[in-house]
């Protein structure tokens, strides 16, 4: 097989050569020129030593002890390239960090350490592969499998665990039987992982082609439970009633309105699965044997602080994830004046009117309903465009503080912010007032 590798990436494996190292690509890349996808993490290991590495490239850094040395790139995307001298890892520590690692030079000793079979493939120089757990047969047979014993690979680094699942729905794989059972049976050691790696993974999985087989697998390897346990309440709570049109437990609606939410960014897909994780503590059923769920967008919200938090999320991206759950259950009809639709753009946010309504889709099909949308939200969205045009702030009215000042013939203070506050008012009411003819002449009644 013929490989077709960028200049950058070649000129490393040349340079290493022609200074008698040996020198590999590995992991992903590999595993993607295999495939045919877009290799996006040029990763190399060699068995020369860090600082050996530094001498065939003065421009790389070297800050860990892993023997990782960085080399930045002008063309693959502007990231970096990484190399890696070879090693052996010893016993593990918390499930993460080994306690000793040692130089090799042979890259089926490096390749032993590695996670799985896909990702222990490597290449030289000379484009020739190294396969000693035959990850080429398990990426044609498309199956996620441990190198050598699972039980062993995951008590390494715990986070293998949930890998394995972003894995399959990255690639549309599946997990193979024994590595499977080895995940579920350790599935509790998670706990011990830091919530930020855990979003990482989570966050790579929702922005995959199969966000929603993803999800559903975590829950059946009983991942689900400890990473999002506000989800895992969600199952066995039904809403059902004589005002319901239809049956369905709250928890596979959730994971369907993931899977019908039509964004592509994995912030709008954690909103469309945890929308309605408030039902949980809002379940009651009424005398007439109707289950409600009141307020439950409200009590999210205050949940997804709570998440937010947890897996350390940017304050950006926790106002973005709360607005979009606490603002779910926005209500549509043709009787909503502009002052209510002007109230729904600031609760959401204008930047995140169109993720609100991604969510809405996903909880409509999510839901069981045939139709993407409604006659009534499509009419929601155009009033929505024409409350847009009109003025939203004291600084869009014709007139201003200047105006008022010359008009009156008073000094700056509170009474010109209060007749522009009141102006504003009433434009916001009727749009066709916001004229300098017609406010010139309020200004001279409220005098």
């Given at each position: 097989?013929?490989?077709?590798?960028?200049?950058e990436?070649?000129?490393?494996?040349?340079?290493?050569?022609m200074?008698?190292?040996?020198?590999?690509?590995?992991?992903?890349?590999?595993?993607?020129?295999?495939?045919?996808?877009?290799?996006?993490?040029?990763?190399?290991?060699?068995?020369?030593?860090?600082?050996?590495?530094l001498?065939?490239?003065?421009?790389?850094?070297?800050d860990?002890?892993?023997?990782t040395?960085?080399?930045?790139s002008?063309?693959?995307?502007?990231?970096?390239?990484?190399?890696?001298?070879?090693?052996?890892?010893?016993?593990?520590?918390?499930?993460?960090?080994?306690?000793?690692?040692?130089?090799?030079?042979?890259?089926?000793?490096?390749?032993?350490?590695r996670d799985?079979?896909?990702?222990?493939?490597?290449?030289?120089?000379?484009?020739?592969?190294?396969?000693?757990?035959?990850?080429?047969?398990?990426?044609?047979?498309?199956?996620?499998k441990?190198?050598?014993?699972?039980?062993?690979r995951?008590?390494?680094?715990?986070?293998?665990?949930?890998?394995?699942?972003?894995?399959?729905?990255?690639?549309?794989?599946?997990?193979?039987?024994?590595?499977?059972?080895?995940?579920?049976?350790?599935?509790?050691?998670?706990?011990?992982?830091?919530?930020?790696?855990?979003?990482?993974?989570l966050?790579?999985?929702?922005?995959?082609?199969?966000?929603?087989?993803?999800?559903?697998?975590?829950?059946q390897?009983g991942?689900?439970?400890?990473?999002?346990?506000?989800?895992?309440a969600?199952?066995?709570?039904?809403?059902?009633?004589?005002?319901?049109?239809?049956?369905?437990?709250?928890?596979?609606?959730s994971?369907l309105?993931?899977k019908?939410?039509?964004?592509?960014?994995?912030?709008?897909?954690?909103?469309?699965?945890?929308?309605d994780i408030?039902?949980?503590?809002?379940?009651?059923?009424?005398?007439?044997?109707?289950?409600?769920?009141?307020?439950?967008?409200?009590?999210g919200?205050?949940?997804i602080?709570?998440?937010?938090?947890r897996?350390?999320?940017?304050?950006?991206?926790?106002?973005?994830?709360?607005?979009?759950?606490?603002?779910h259950?926005?209500?549509?009809?043709?009787?909503?004046t502009?002052?209510?639709?002007?109230?729904?753009?600031k609760?959401?946010?204008?930047?995140?009117?169109?993720?609100?309504?991604?969510v809405?889709v996903?909880?409509?099909?999510?839901?069981?309903?045939?139709?993407?949308?409604?006659?009534?939200?499509?009419?929601?969205?155009?009033?929505?465009?024409?409350?847009?045009?009109?003025?939203?702030?004291?600084?869009d009215?014709?007139?201003?503080?200047?105006?008022?000042?010359?008009?009156?013939?008073?000094?700056?203070?509170?009474k010109v912010?209060?007749?522009?506050?009141?102006?504003?008012?009433?434009?916001?009411?009727?749009?066709?007032?916001?004229?300098?003819?017609?406010?010139?002449?309020?200004?001279?009644?409220?005098?």
């Amino acid at each position: 097989m013929i490989f077709s590798l960028p200049i950058e990436a070649k000129n490393v494996l040349e340079k290493f050569t022609m200074m008698g190292f040996k020198i590999y690509l590995v992991g992903g890349a590999v595993r993607d020129l295999l495939m045919g996808k877009e290799v996006k993490d040029w990763d190399f290991t060699t068995d020369a030593k860090p600082d050996e590495i530094l001498k065939v490239f003065p421009e790389g850094f070297y800050d860990n002890k892993f023997g990782t040395v960085g080399i930045p790139s002008k063309h693959l995307r502007d990231e970096v390239m990484e190399i890696t001298t070879m090693r052996k890892e010893g016993d593990y520590q918390d499930h993460r960090h080994p306690l000793e690692i040692t130089w090799t030079d042979k890259i089926k000793e490096d390749l032993a350490r590695r996670d799985f079979t896909v990702n222990a493939i490597a290449l030289n120089s000379s484009e020739v592969i190294v396969d000693p757990y035959n990850g080429q047969q398990d990426i044609k047979n498309k199956i996620i499998k441990a190198v050598g014993e699972p039980n062993t690979r995951f008590k390494e680094d715990a986070l293998r665990l949930i890998r394995a699942v972003r894995l399959t729905a990255q690639l549309g794989f599946k997990i193979d039987p024994k590595t499977f059972a080895a995940i579920k049976q350790n599935a509790y050691l998670l706990k011990e992982v830091a919530d930020e790696r855990i979003r990482d993974e989570l966050f790579k999985m929702l922005a995959s082609d199969n966000a929603y087989e993803g999800i559903l697998k975590l829950r059946q390897l009983g991942i689900l439970q400890i990473i999002l346990p506000e989800v895992e309440a969600c199952f066995g709570i039904i809403q059902q009633g004589p005002k319901h049109d239809r049956v369905y437990d709250i928890g596979e609606h959730s994971l369907l309105t993931l899977k019908h939410t039509p964004s592509k960014n994995p912030l709008v897909r954690f909103a469309a699965l945890l929308h309605d994780i408030g039902k949980v503590k809002t379940v009651k059923t009424d005398s007439s044997g109707n289950v409600t769920f009141y307020n439950h967008d409200l009590v999210g919200g205050k949940l997804i602080l709570t998440i937010a938090k947890r897996f350390n999320l940017s304050k950006k991206q926790t106002d973005k994830l709360y607005r979009l759950i606490r603002f779910h259950m926005f209500t549509v009809t043709e009787e909503q004046t502009d002052s209510a639709i002007r109230r729904f753009i600031k609760n959401v946010g204008l930047e995140n009117i169109e993720d609100i309504m991604a969510v809405r889709v996903g909880d409509r099909l999510g839901g069981g309903t045939q139709t993407e949308t409604s006659w009534r939200t499509e009419k929601f969205k155009e009033r929505i465009k024409k409350v847009l045009k009109k003025p939203f702030s004291i600084s869009d009215l014709k007139i201003n503080g200047k105006d008022v000042m010359k008009i009156l013939k008073i000094k700056p203070g509170p009474k010109v912010g209060e007749i522009l506050q009141k102006l504003f008012e009433e434009v916001l009411k009727d749009s066709s007032k916001n004229s300098r003819e017609y406010l010139t002449k309020k200004i001279e009644q409220l005098n």
